[in-house]
């Protein structure tokens, strides 16, 4: 169906680098941590990103997506 995306994050608990596949192309993407503040953010340009995040805390966080006719949220925790 339109709009409908299979989508993985791993590793999860991550600590170095988080890669998120599955997205749509061209999505806007941001991580979001647990007091709501953005820590990252960027655009897809294929169906997948890396993401780093060695230098964020440890704790509990969001990756949301946005795409034209499509949107997503996935829970990762950064553990170092």
Not at 41 to 54: A, P
Not at 56 to 67: D, K
């Amino acid at each position: 169906k339109p709009g409908e995306f299979e989508h993985t994050l791993y590793p999860n608990p991550a600590s170095a680098f988080l890669r998120v596949s599955g997205l749509p192309v061209d999505a806007t993407w941001t991580l979001v941590n647990s007091a709501g503040q953005i820590m990252r953010s960027g655009r897809t340009v294929g169906s997948f990103s890396d993401v780093s995040v060695i230098d964020l805390a440890s704790g509990f966080y969001n990756f949301v997506w946005t795409a034209e006719d499509a949107q997503g949220s996935l829970r990762f925790i950064v553990e170092h």
